[in-house]
């Protein structure tokens, strides 16, 4: 089932273009010279229900705006947006029920009152009957570990406690789909994990959809199965993370350990990262030579006594992407 279509979406805005110095400021005052910036130039893709999907790239690729427009919050210059087959433009009110929405640097708490009078409100403004916003506070606050901090105002929590106080606002009128913004920006280890457990918890028994932008590629390569990199307001890739980083990363890591130490090797099929006495630290282009042939070539030269291959990570991946 396709749960979110994008078709094409454009979105562009017109900045004031401002003018340096004494007289530049002088001539803004009279004419101020309008430049149309493309944020998001005719993206499109399908999420099905179900996925976890990282939605990643460099700052100002366009981003939070798609995910602005894919909960209403923005309106596309051109192109459609359908989520659950609805215009979230056009039918924002019914769309909204099926989404939650999290901005790791934005709350939708309120300040001075109890975490759990803030849970309560929304229930008000999403019109949650009383039974089910009872199971669902209760299902929240096992999972998130709510409990000993949901009478304690959000201005006194932890960063983590807030964080996870968010996850609990965004699902607390059961969505089907989860948008996800910077969601662990700044947490420690133990709220990252926990966050996690839990996206992959509601995954697991709610089928809840969930996209996720993260400039933490430890939270991707933890939750996403798929991958959609946008760079300068277009997809770049869209598929799955294993076959982009596999894809994407150019060169695998041997490090060997050697009978007698040697500062160089003359195989013409890697490229030596570092050299201490008896280990050997080198890169291969993956695309080109399989580990095994890299292997017997090397050892031909030298005699090897223990070695491991790491396999390609998404950093190496992204920031190639990034690059192309």
């Known amino acids: 089932m396709e749960q979110i279509v994008l078709d094409h979406v454009v979105k562009e805005y017109w900045v004031t273009k401002k003018k340096k110095g004494l007289r530049g400021a002088l001539i803004n ?48 210059t051109s192109g459609q947006i359908f989520i659950n087959g609805m215009s979230p ?36 403004i999403y019109k949650v009957g009383d039974e089910q916003y009872e199971s669902a506070l209760k299902e929240l606050t096992n999972v998130l570990d ?14 983590g406690q807030r964080m996870r106080g968010e996850l609990a606002a965004a699902m607390i009128h059961s969505p089907d789909i989860l948008f996800l913004d910077e969601p662990t920006i700044g947490l420690d280890i133990d709220a990252k994990h926990a966050i996690r457990n839990f996206i992959l918890e509601i995954n697991k028994r709610k089928d809840v959809t969930v996209i996720l932008t993260s400039h933490d590629l430890d939270d991707v390569m933890k939750l996403c199965n798929r991958l959609i990199v946008i760079n300068k307001g277009q997809v770049v890739e869209d598929g799955p993370l294993e076959d982009i980083v596999t894809r994407m990363a150019n060169y695998r890591m041997i490090n060997l350990e050697l009978a007698d130490p040697v500062t160089e090797i003359h195989s013409p099929m890697v490229e030596i990262v570092k050299a201490e006495g008896r280990k050997i630290w080198c890169k291969f282009d993956h695309h080109l030579y399989t580990a095994a042939e890299v292997i017997a070539d090397i050892g031909k030269e030298v005699s090897i006594v223990d070695l491991s291959v790491k396999e390609p990570n998404i950093e190496d991946a992204v920031a190639n992407i990034y690059h192309c």
């Open 89 to 124: 433009h056009d039918n924002r009110k019914k769309v909204v029920k099926d989404l939650g929405v999290v901005f790791g640097q934005r709350t939708q708490l309120y300040w001075d009152l109890r975490l759990g009078e803030s849970f309560e409100l929304l229930k008000r």
């Open 29 to 76: 005052l009279i004419h101020n010279e309008k430049v149309k910036v493309e944020a998001v130039k005719g993206i499109s893709y399908t999420i099905t229900k179900g996925e976890i999907v990282g939605y990643i790239g460099p700052n100002g690729a366009g981003k939070s705006t798609t995910i602005k427009m894919m909960s209403g919050i923005m309106t596309p």
């Open 146 to 159: 709510l409990a000993g901090f949901i009478d304690i105002p959000v201005r006194q929590l932890s960063l």
